[in-house]
Each structure stands twice: as C-alpha cells, then as structure tokens.
C-alpha cells in the first residue's frame, strides 16, 4: 500500500469534562518545518499544547507538562494508527477545571489526535528522484513520450553535439522500468543516470 500524507492542514475539536482539545494536523517534510509550524499554531494562553511527528524513522513527541507519556505518546500512536507520514499534530488544552488522570489524558489526546487524522484529506506521499538522460536528437520524440507516460517532470534541457541532456524528477517507482524502456527504445544509445537526492 502506498504511504500517504496529508493533502494540507486540518483540525478536530473534542471536549472532555469541561476541558477543550483542538486538534491540528499539517503535512511537513523536515524536523525544521516540524518545529516551525509548531511556533506558530500553538496558543500561549492554552493550558498545554502537546505534540508529534513522524518523518519516515524520525519521530518527536512532547507531554509540554502533562503526566509523562499522557498526551505525546498517544499523538505519535495516532499518527502511526492513521498511516501516515510527513505529518506533524499538535493538540492544545485548555483546562476546564477538573483532573481527567492519566486514562482520561490519553483518550482525549489521542482520540483527538486520531479523528483529527481520520478525516483529513490525504494524498498519496511520492518518493521522488532526479536523474539525468543524455540521447540522441533523433530519439527525442521518442524519449519525451516516454517521460509523459512515467510521470517524471523536466527540471532543466541542454543540448550539445552529442544530443539531448535532460535533468528530471521522476517517481522513484518509475526508474527501473524508465531505464529499462530507454535500453530497448535506443538500444542503447541513450543513458539514465540517478542523481543523489538532495545532494550535498
């Protein structure tokens, strides 16, 4: 099954003995973007505002003062529960008054966290790759009809005496059988070449 992040921002309010939960859910791509949009969502004037994220194997959670393990843990179990990536929520109390215990805690911080998730909409998360193709002019046609049938998208074109250079992203499920059908197409005679992914 293909992983899938979220299409764009979402949220999902719940109340639990007078205290308010407002979820919020976003789709992210770094650790940094994480912890920026943290910043900028979470209320100073809430009681907590407890947090995750899962970037492929990274992952971050915060209780921000609630009982160890009460509010972080079951947000980032939501997150997994959900299957999704790329994602980061924050859950924001403010307090009602009465003590929900440790129980209480993480049903509303999870349960909160996972509905917030359940009904986002979702788009299927591509892992992309760049690589390089390099033919002859004559198979140009031939390669660009190709490339529109693989979903790779043109980042840059040259061209020299030996022929066409192009730069591409593509998804990275398309490389295989892209290289493959260029070997066929000119026996040969074109190349596709991978390119580190955000090379240093």
């Known amino acids: 099954m293909a992983l899938e992040t979220l299409a764009g921002p979402a949220q999902f309010a719940l109340e ?12 992210i ?23 995750a994220y899962r970037i492929g194997a990274q992952y971050r959670s915060s209780d921000d003062g609630e009982p160890g393990g009460s509010a972080g ?7 997994e529960g959900q299957g999704v990536d790329q994602v980061v929520v924050v859950v924001t109390r403010w307090y009602g008054g009465t003590n929900l215990g440790v129980g209480g805690l993480v049903r509303a911080y ?8 359940r009904t986002a909409a979702r788009r299927e ?10 033919c002859d002019f004559a198979l140009s046609g031939a390669v660009h009809g190709l490339l529109d049938s693989t979903g790779a998208q043109k980042l ?9 250079h192009l730069r591409l992203r593509l998804p990275a ?7 493959d059908r260029l070997r066929d197409l000119s026996r040969g005679a074109a190349s596709l070449h991978s390119l580190e992914k955000n090379p240093e």
């Open 156 to 164: 840059g074109v040259s061209f020299d005496e030996h022929g066409l």
């Open 73 to 79: 843990r079951p947000i980032l179990a939501a997150i």
């Open 173 to 179: 499920s398309s490389y295989a059988g892209l290289a």
């Open 16 to 27: 639990a003995r007078k205290s308010r939960f407002l979820a919020r859910a976003c789709p």
């Open 110 to 117: 999870g349960g909160a966290a996972a509905e917030c998730l």
């Open 125 to 134: 998360l591509v892992d992309w790759r760049e690589a390089t193709l390099a």
């Open 29 to 51: 791509e770094s650790p940094d973007a994480a912890m920026a949009w943290l910043q900028q969502v979470s209320d100073a004037d809430a009681t907590h505002n407890c947090w």
